[in-house]
């Protein structure tokens, strides 16, 4: 241990472990990657503004949670806590929209950041694989997107997630619902700082999770009775495309999540095994985002899956991911010139594309073959000086414990047809 740690809230990520999140990664990538979006990144920090007027400026991310800070030149920046404000940042910028080629269909993995209060699940640095498809309204765009995260899952076999879904409405419907349901709340009897946010964000108090706030909200106004008939049907819609694809879903009038923007289709997906952080991702439409950041109209929507999270219900449901083995030859020399022929048999292993090992540091023929067993290879090379002077190699197959010998030169072409 050094004199430091990780920073509270944080963690590393360390073999064999950090593989899952590697794996994790791939898997929920790789549907993106079929369907026709493209690869972004973008700055871990960004002008504060960006997120202040993109994310909210009534949300906790916004107003508790953000790491700020003010360079030397004077810019006021932010590490990111979300992606979705940097990603139509970037696409705006880059004019990906103009290309003539919408929806910009765009996926992006890494690091975020909020100042949060640590509990299992929840850190103040986490990944997210995430999704953007910018420009175009159409619910098939919203069910494609549900539909390919439920895909990734299953595809690392997750089973016990359960996605929620819901309509927030859109700039027509949602005043109308929102000043209904204030001035129910205002006769509630509720605290001083549930009172403000009823007037900043009176939807975010439905989320309340206290049992006492819940009980006065059993008769509260709901809206899917306020929804407008143009996003009533653009829900249906969404709802019909996901039920023809086979995907289940609850409908779930309380999901108003924790970020300004939606508006129309918002969903999460929850998984049962992880106790109260239980939301591996979310995501939903945000038709306004756009001109909020100074850009044009452009309707958009997407998601954003937690990498920590999803290893966690992994875990928690006790599925083992059929992770490559990282080390397929393990080659064991004994003594000065082996060490210098197996180093080069290693090297044209590896050029042939098989993932192979060392045992470096000249150790005794015990410790170099415990480090064969722990590296998983499916065969070791071992060669002492009577070998050599033969012209072979003892190649031993650890999974049966068979052991020969094959000449030096054809080690390498021996191994390669063995692993197929
Ligand atoms: P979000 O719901 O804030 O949405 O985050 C998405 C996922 O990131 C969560 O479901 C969770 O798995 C993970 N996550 C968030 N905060 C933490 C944390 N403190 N520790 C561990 N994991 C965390 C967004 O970020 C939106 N940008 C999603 C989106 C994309 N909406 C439209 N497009």
């Given at each position: 241990m050094s004199t430091f740690q990780a920073p509270k809230g944080t963690y590393d990520l360390t073999p064999p472990r950090s593989a899952k999140f590697l794996a994790v990664r791939e898997a929920i990538s790789a549907p993106l990657r079929d369907s026709g979006y493209g690869y972004i990144e973008t700055p871990g920090?960004?002008?504060v503004e960006l997120f202040a007027r993109g994310v909210g400026e009534s949300t906790d991310i916004v107003t508790k949670e953000m790491y700020t800070l003010t360079t030397k030149g004077g810019d006021q920046l932010a590490l990111r806590p979300e992606g979705t404000a940097s990603v139509l940042r970037a696409a705006l910028e880059a004019n990906l929209h103009k290309a003539g080629n919408l929806p910009v269909k765009l996926w992006y993995s890494g690091s975020y950041y909020r100042y949060e209060r640590p509990q299992a699940g929840r850190y103040r640095h986490f990944s997210q694989v995430g999704a953007e498809a910018i420009g175009t309204e159409d619910p098939a765009l919203d069910a494609e997107l549900i539909i390919l995260a439920d895909q990734a899952y299953r595809s690392l076999g997750l089973r016990q997630f359960r996605i929620l879904l819901n309509s927030l409405g859109d700039k027509e419907c949602r005043p109308v619902y929102r000043e209904a349901l204030q001035s129910f709340l205002r006769d509630l009897d509720l605290d001083e700082e549930t009172r403000r946010r009823i007037e900043i964000n009176p939807l975010r108090v439905l989320d309340d999770k206290r049992a006492d706030v819940q009980k006065q909200l059993t008769d509260a106004p709901k809206l899917r009775d306020y929804l407008c008939d143009a996003c009533k049907a653009y829900h249906e819609e969404v709802r019909a495309l996901l039920t023809a694809a086979g995907v289940a879903f609850e409908d779930d009038e309380k999901l108003v999540r924790g970020l300004d923007y939606y508006t129309r289709t918002t969903f999460e997906f929850v998984h049962d095994?992880?106790?109260?952080?239980?939301?591996?991702g979310g995501g939903g439409r945000y038709d306004g985002l756009s001109e909020m950041i100074g850009g044009p109209e452009l309707p958009s929507v997407g998601w954003a899956l937690g990498v920590d999270r999803t290893v966690l219900a992994l875990e928690a449901e006790g599925v083992e991911l059929d992770l490559p083995a990282t080390t397929s030859v393990y080659a064991v020399p004994l003594g000065e010139e082996a060490r210098r022929v197996l180093f080069g048999v290693v090297t044209e292993l590896r050029r042939a594309g098989i993932a192979a090992d060392f045992a470096f540091g000249g150790r005794g023929l015990k410790g170099a073959m415990k480090s064969a067993n722990r590296s998983g290879a499916r065969y070791t090379l071992v060669a002492g000086e009577r070998d050599l002077a033969e012209g072979v190699v003892q190649l031993k197959?650890?999974?049966?414990?068979e052991q020969s010998a094959v000449p030096l030169a054809e080690a390498a072409a021996e191994l390669a047809k063995r692993l197929g």
């Open positions: 920090f960004e002008n095994g992880l106790g109260s952080q239980s939301a591996v197959d650890m999974e049966s414990g």
